[in-house]
């Protein structure tokens, strides 16, 4: 996708102009220790000095793998400082799905935390990697950064890049196939911050980042914007409610960016009633359809959510609904950004009326460029319009707003009816007694599908199928309401929050 509008600034001269205007500024604070942007940016230089002198060349690639740490962040911009591309890895992926991806990426130079340096080493053999480094320690055949850093000679300046070039790639979690990486340039990046910045003042103090960074989301709905208007960043190494909710309160926290799952556990946490949450401007919450009484728990306490649909492919905004319309237009994923478009489509790519349900389809300079060495799954993709075909099926009301039904592989088709799981789920999540669900299509022979309602319950609770089936033809046809209940103790979940339901699928027709 085109981003020629955009001026020629890449990630590495935006984070060292923003040194210059606020270097006394406190930039990141992880574990109690907190750099100013002056700090941020010398370190940058230094790690750029590093990689140049490893042989890091303008395009080459440059992968992470571990938990948040501020040396992502450092390594990201260090990449743009010297043309250079970079690829962070899923950290709770297996040795051999993160040897598929730094081979099919190219790693020239990998870095990891301590804690996956025994992941790297388990394939090495097949790794095409050059050159190891890691955060802390040495080792075999690893070569410890911090050393490294104190006697390098800082570059200056950066390179010049275009909005067209690419500045990492993000492998996708998709739930079948092999991941495909989506080339996100400068221009993207730039472009969705802009987006951001019109619609939605929700950046106005500190923000606290426990989405994993390798996550679009966690990545680059606060955390780059507000490194970049020169916001102070609460990094954490990984989600943690209890923590959260004290951090929120000891640093004053104005915004932060999660899955619904991960506001549903600070919800149910011991410390959620008794936590200050007064700082907080509005949370912003994405990567599923958010539960009507999840919303409606934060706003007894005074929070409102600032709801946003997009994915990795688009940077990821691709509408948003502002927290003053949050309750008006509750179950909305909002308006598409001041310079995106998105449009509803039927099986043959055309435009569909408001009120009927379709592909969502998104076209704007925050769409990504393509799939690393995939030109056919671009081509798939990406329609010669420059339309990006999301998967995901929704539509638009009669005032424009866009409402998500569920994904176009997730679609239940029972009895001749379509069906859509989120649809089921939002109603059952109401019930006292459920914690989490996720409603699957299962084969029936009368049906062709039937609808199973998967759910976690809460201690001590009980619920039987007709007592579920009772409380939800309330509010839903018959063809809609489950005729299968099972009880699990949790439910899969990918690192983004995001339910696998072909997992689920898999062991109930296992069992």
């Not at 700090?39 to 938990?67: H, T």
């Not at 500045?167 to 802009?194: C, E």
Request: charged share 20%; net charge negative; hydrophobic share 40%.
């Amino acid at each position: 996708m085109s981003t020629s509008l955009a001026v020629d600034i890449g990630l590495g001269q935006l984070i060292l102009k923003r040194a210059e205007l606020t270097p006394g500024h406190r930039a990141v604070t992880f574990e109690g220790h907190t750099r100013t942007f002056f700090e941020m940016a010398e370190r940058v230089r230094r790690i750029a000095s590093v990689l140049k002198q490893g042989g890091v060349c303008r395009g080459d690639r440059v992968g992470y793998i571990g938990l948040n740490h501020p040396v992502f962040l450092e390594l990201l911009y260090a990449c743009g400082c010297l043309g250079a591309i970079f690829v962070p890895l899923n950290f709770r992926l297996t040795g051999p799905e993160a040897c598929f991806i730094a081979n099919d990426a190219g790693i020239h130079t990998l870095l990891a935390d301590d804690a996956l340096r025994p992941l790297v080493d388990q394939t090495r053999s097949d790794l095409c990697c050059r050159r190891y480094l890691s955060i802390e320690s040495a080792g075999e055949q690893w070569q410890s950064l911090e050393p490294l850093l104190q006697v390098a000679i800082p570059v200056v300046g950066s390179e010049r890049v275009a909005a067209d070039d690419v500045a990492l790639i993000m492998y996708t979690s998709g739930t079948t196939g092999l991941p495909k990486g989506a080339m996100l340039t400068h221009g993207n990046i730039f472009w969705n911050s802009v987006n951001t910045a019109f619609g939605e003042d929700s950046m106005s103090g500190t923000t606290l980042t426990c989405a994993p960074l390798f996550h679009i989301g966690g990545l680059n709905v606060t955390t780059l914007l507000s490194l970049a208007r020169g916001i102070e960043v609460i990094l954490h190494r990984s989600f943690d409610p209890g923590l959260v909710l004290a951090d929120i309160q000891r640093y004053n926290v104005c915004t932060m960016f999660g899955a619904p799952t991960m506001y549903l556990m600070m919800a149910q946490h011991e410390r959620f009633n008794t936590t200050d949450l007064s700082s907080i401007d509005t949370v912003i919450v994405g990567g599923a359809p958010v539960p009507v009484p999840l919303i409606e728990i934060y706003g007894e306490r005074g929070v409102t959510f600032c709801q946003g649909y997009g994915l990795t492919e688009t940077a990821p905004f691709a509408s948003i609904l502002s927290a003053d319309l949050a309750i008006s237009k509750i179950g909305s994923a909002g308006c598409p950004p001041l310079f995106t478009d998105v449009r509803i489509v039927d099986a043959n790519n055309q435009p569909l009326p408001h009120g009927e349900r379709g592909e969502v389809c998104i076209k704007g300079p925050n769409v990504m460029k393509g799939y690393w060495n995939r030109a056919e799954a671009t081509a798939e993709a990406i329609d010669p319009m420059g339309w990006f075909h999301s998967g995901d099926i929704g539509y638009f009301d009669d005032d424009g707003f866009l409402f998500l039904c569920d994904r176009l592989k997730d679609m239940i088709i029972t009895g001749g009816e379509n069906v859509y799981p989120a649809e089921i789920e939002s109603v059952l999540y109401a019930h006292s007694a459920i914690i989490e669900v996720a409603v699957i299509g299962v084969p029936d022979e009368k049906w062709g599908e039937a609808l199973a309602a998967v759910v976690v319950l809460a201690p001590e609770s009980h619920l039987d199928l007709q007592q579920l089936r009772d409380f939800a033809e309330q509010k839903l046809a018959r063809y809609k309401l489950p005729t299968q209940l099972h009880e699990v103790k949790m439910l899969p979940r990918n690192p983004a929050g995001k339910v696998q339901k072909f997992i689920i699928k898999e062991q109930l027709m296992q069992a």
